[in-house]
């Protein structure tokens, strides 16, 4: 894609850089207001027009400008190009949150009477949103077992407007063969959509697969510090204009301050998830030798049913690692939680502090028994988001909480 023109000059992009070069320069000019290396933080709700005829300019479509906060900002323009250029996309629309951005995409491309495919294991948010709210608009949902193309295939009929897996899914780290995905959806007719969220574009590239959209929690790994909210749809750029131009009534905006985090943030991305996954792949092998461990969902481990689809197309397996605990009711796997003192009890993943969490009580808590079996949630389930810190100390933590007394 050719480098567009600013009003600041000239914008850095290059699609022959690396990703780290790329995470610390694309998609900015370069050469900003003042000379501030850092895009300064645009804290406008509204751009002024210096005359009447600069606006008619601006409203017969000859003079691109900023108008109005709700429909962007030069702070959302820098880190849109940004997660473009990362994603290989032409384009990239930013929400307020990553379920902002899922529900974006969805009421702009979905009508009544239009049905949805998903693979069963994902985001339960997601899930509830179509099973809930869409269905309320005439919107079909339907759900497969992950991974299952064949099911999948003999669903889509003339109605079937999107196919919508995750991967690697949350919480069970499947990955779903990207290229095999885009080509069913191909074949059809149908859109595709992944939610890459737990990959990243470090570890995986769903549109050089042939994927129609990307949908990313900026929350985490793009973030990275678990101190914003955010969430982007990449995809072609003709494809998303009907989705921004909604964004823009539905309001599901960032501030221009959450901006400059979120591109603060994406500097560092390359180095971060270069340790999230030397640190997931040590924690998941310490924890798969351990005996009071009874099994490890990661990508990275030769023993998990998708690795050699995950080998094939990520370069790393990221820091979330989901286990059970061998032997262990509900009450005792909570204790190792307990146990544990560096990772922090949260919700979330992705961020430079390392997170755990048991899935029943955090998410699945109001949850049937028979919903939990379904979407394969275990009493003795534990999920850790491993942060950047020293492997060996993850690990020796880990080790003393598995080994210390909680059955008292
Ligand atoms: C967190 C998450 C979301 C939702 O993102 P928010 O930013 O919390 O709204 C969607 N998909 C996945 C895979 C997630 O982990």
Redesign the pocket.
């Given at each position: 894609m050719p480098a567009q023109q600013t009003a600041a000059g000239p914008l850095d992009r290059s699609d022959a850089w690396g990703l780290s070069t790329q995470s610390v320069h694309a998609g900015e000019p370069r050469q900003k207001d003042e000379g501030a290396i850092s895009t300064p933080v645009y804290t406008a709700s509204t751009y002024t027009f210096e005359s009447t005829d600069e606006l008619l300019r601006f409203v017969d479509g000859s003079h691109a400008r900023q108008e109005y906060g709700r429909y962007g900002s030069p702070n959302e323009q820098s880190v849109e190009r940004k997660l473009a250029s990362l994603e290989r996309a032409e384009a990239a629309v930013l929400y307020s949150?990553?379920?902002?951005?899922?529900v974006g995409l969805l009421m702009t491309k979905l009508n009544a009477g239009d049905e949805v495919i998903f693979f069963d294991q994902?985001?339960h948010?997601?899930r509830e949103f179509c099973v809930k709210h869409l269905s309320r608009f005439g919107v079909i949902t339907h759900q497969v077992k992950t991974g299952d193309f064949a099911a999948m295939e003999r669903l889509i009929n003339s109605q079937t407007k999107m196919l919508i897996s995750?991967s690697p899914?949350?919480p069970h780290l499947t990955a779903i063969d990207i290229e095999q995905f885009a080509a069913l959806g191909k074949a059809n007719e149908v859109e595709t959509l992944i939610?890459a969220?737990?990959a990243t574009p470090f570890n995986l590239r769903p549109i050089e697969g042939g994927v129609d959209y990307v949908?990313h929690?900026?929350?985490?790994y793009l973030g990275g510090h678990n101190d914003l909210?955010?969430?982007v749809i990449c995809g072609a750029a003709d494809k998303l204009e009907s989705v921004r131009q909604l964004r823009g009534t539905l309001g599901s905006v960032n501030s221009p301050h959450n901006l400059y985090l979120l591109e603060r943030g994406l500097k560092t991305l390359a180095l971060r998830m270069q340790r999230h996954n030397e640190n997931g792949l040590a924690v998941a092998r310490f924890l798969e030798r351990h005996p009071r461990v009874q099994r490890v969902y990661y990508p990275g481990l030769e023993s998990h049913p998708t690795h050699t689809v995950a080998a094939s197309q990520m370069k790393g397996f990221g820091g979330l690692i989901t286990f059970l605990i061998r032997d262990a009711d509900w009450r005792q796997t909570s204790r190792i939680v307990d146990a544990v003192k560096i990772p922090r009890i949260a919700p979330?993943?992705?961020g430079v502090e390392s997170l755990i969490e048991q899935p029943l009580v955090m998410s699945y808590f109001h949850y049937t028994a028979e919903d939990r079996e379904r979407f394969g949630i275990a009493d003795n389930m534990i999920r850790m988001s491993c942060g950047i810190e020293d492997a060996a100390d993850l690990i020796e933590d880990l080790r003393q909480a598995l080994e210390a007394d909680t059955d008292g």
């Open positions: 949150s990553g379920m902002a951005a899922i994902c985001y948010r997601s995750e899914t949350n939610d969220t737990l949908l929690s900026a929350t985490k909210l955010a969430g979330s993943l992705g």
